[in-house]
């Protein structure tokens, strides 16, 4: 290997990426590819129109039909060719809440290369989430548009966040209505859609849809299997340590454990005609998620590091407070009325606090930990840590 000649073809490779800019064009159409000969073939034009009469006639009897613009808080122009729920789900798909989601503890703060954040989680929810609604003829889009945007109002340090920011706020922090209602509000999403991601927490009310039911059940099956790999992964736990009646029911591998969750809820929901899961693989659902609460979640090392981000964040919220004016202005107009402008906010006034909330709610972890340290003085010995 160390004999072999070095060829720097860097210029010529930059030179022919430049030559396909402008892809490769005849006297009707400009196709990507010099050989381009792929063809649609004899085909309709789907309208958003027709495909809403398609599913209409496709999907479930109670499945949540797309129609026009959606139900939004501020009316919009139909688009031609989505329909409403595939329009939310790619307004929260390209906005900077979600993309934050990459640097957000879903179990480990700072994770690894291999283990999950809150994106790879949203997506992994959406994936279960998708299967169980296909299956079952109910709105896709719109499943999945609640799936990637549920845990859009998570705090860093996951969710030790809510317990950081909830003294701050009347009523408690809890990310799931705090997503719908001020990390997405600018986005003025569907109400479905918002609804499903609002109350997508098993301790709040009901979704209003069969589809927001199924992203309930989509976001525990999806955190009990992924963070238990994870923690095997990590050598927190081990495959053997799952008790028998578990492995005997879903197994001990990822694939095998939504596998037998997601074939669950079908069966159960095809023979019932509810949102649900067979009882004994719900049981067991249950079981794995007491597990993980127990070897995973509340272990000395979770608690450490749960310690650590309330401090900081608790101390964050207090500082922003104090000092409104530093606030980004589009953070700001997320949760004050029109007739509060920031630069006339009070500091230590309610709308003072709300804003520093929304702020430092919206940080990812390692923002959070250098806005400590850079605008605090604090202490890094104190600052949560990568654990495994």
């Known amino acids: 290997m160390d004999d072999l000649p070095f060829v720097d073809d860097s210029e010529e490779r930059a030179h022919r990426w430049a030559s396909s800019m402008a892809g490769h064009a005849d006297d009707e159409i400009v196709v990507a590819h010099a050989d381009s000969r792929a063809t649609v073939g004899e085909a309709e034009i789907m309208t958003r129109e027709a495909r809403e009469e398609r599913d209409a006639l496709m999907l479930a009897s109670n ?115 705090w997503g719908a209602d001020v990390t997405l509000r600018p986005l003025n999403l569907c109400a479905e859609t918002l609804d499903g991601i609002r109350n997508h927490s098993w301790s709040l009310p009901a979704p209003l849809t069969p589809e927001g039911e199924v992203v309930s059940w989509a976001d525990r099956i999806a955190y009990v299997c992924h963070d238990f790999e ?97 606030i980004p202005d589009a953070t700001a107009r997320a949760v004050l009325s029109a007739d509060s402008p920031l630069e006339l906010v009070e500091a230590g006034s309610t709308e003072a606090v709300r804003a520093a909330v929304a702020y430092v709610a919206g940080m990812t972890d390692r923002f959070a930990c250098e806005r400590g340290v850079v605008e605090l003085d604090w202490d890094p010995a104190r600052l949560p840590t990568a654990v495994a």
């Open 63 to 177: 499945a949540t039909q797309a129609s026009g613009a959606g139900s939004r808080a501020v009316e919009e122009t139909a688009d031609p060719f989505r329909t409403c729920f595939e329009r939310d789900r790619d307004r929260i798909l390209h906005d900077s809440a979600f993309r934050r989601l990459a640097g957000k503890t879903q179990v480990f703060v700072f994770p690894g290369d291999h283990q999950r954040n809150r994106m790879t989680h949203a997506l992994e929810v959406a994936q279960v989430a998708r299967s169980v609604a296909t299956a079952l003829s109910l709105n896709v889009p719109l499943v999945e548009a609640m799936a990637i945007g549920h845990d859009c109002g998570h705090g860093p340090g996951g969710h030790a966040s809510e317990d950081a920011l909830s003294p701050f706020l009347e009523g408690g922090f809890d990310h799931a209505p």
């Open 230 to 326: 994870d923690a095997v992964a990590s050598g927190i736990v081990t495959s053997n340590m799952l008790p028998k009646a578990i492995a005997e029911e879903c197994g001990t591998d990822r694939s095998s454990q939504l596998g037998a969750f997601v074939r669950a809820m079908v069966t159960a929901t095809l023979r019932t005609g509810r949102i649900g899961m067979v009882p004994e693989t719900a049981e067991a659902l249950a079981a794995f998620r007491r597990f993980n609460y127990e070897n995973i979640y509340l272990r000395p090392a979770s608690r450490r590091q749960a310690d650590a981000v309330i401090s900081l964040l608790r101390a964050l919220v207090e500082h922003y407070a104090d000092r409104p004016h530093v």
